[in-house]
């Protein structure tokens, strides 16, 4: 973690694909059911289907109830420095971590108890979705040319071999 600050990866949300709308509010509408978004940009309200826990999840943005719903880094990026990204471009670091792959609307608490935790720290309690969730930290890793530790390998081939069908 030597040299890691959050900030090496921007300051807050940004608009990567031109659209007019923060990475935020595009994961969110992206991500949840029904999204309320009456000018365009801004997420008001939406269900979530939430894939770390399996639980519904009524969206509504406000003081008290915008943290119900976060958006995580599925590689967070305290992991994704220490794998590779001290030597990206701060460019580079800007657009992993707006970027739409990376990104996940997920339940407040099951992304405050993951923290930065690899695949070899902490899975999604959701054991349906945890083939899906390694498979896409891989891709992330692979997409920004990023390494994992020995544990992080082990723990993501043990998943992954509970994902290939008996044969």
Request: hydrophobic share 40%; glycine share 8%.
């Amino acid at each position: 973690m030597t040299g890691y600050e959050r900030d090496a990866f921007g300051h807050g949300w940004i608009d990567v694909d031109r659209n007019g709308c923060d990475t935020r509010n595009d994961v969110l509408a992206r991500d949840l059911d029904d999204p309320d978004r009456p000018q365009g940009c801004r997420v008001l309200s939406g269900i979530l289907d939430d894939p770390y826990t399996g639980a519904l999840i009524e969206f509504v943005r406000g003081e008290g109830t915008s943290q119900l719903v976060q958006i995580d880094h599925v590689v967070p990026l305290a992991n994704a420095w220490v794998t590779g990204a001290q030597q990206l471009t701060e460019e580079e670091r800007v657009a992993f971590a707006n970027d739409p792959l990376n990104l996940l609307a997920v339940d407040g608490s099951a992304n405050q108890q993951k923290g930065a935790g690899d695949a070899a720290t902490w899975l999604p309690a959701n054991r349906s979705f945890r083939c899906e969730y390694v498979a896409r930290q891989v891709a992330v890793k692979a997409a920004h040319d990023l390494w994992v530790t020995p544990p992080e390998r082990d723990a993501i081939e043990r998943v992954l071999d509970g994902c290939r069908p008996a044969a």
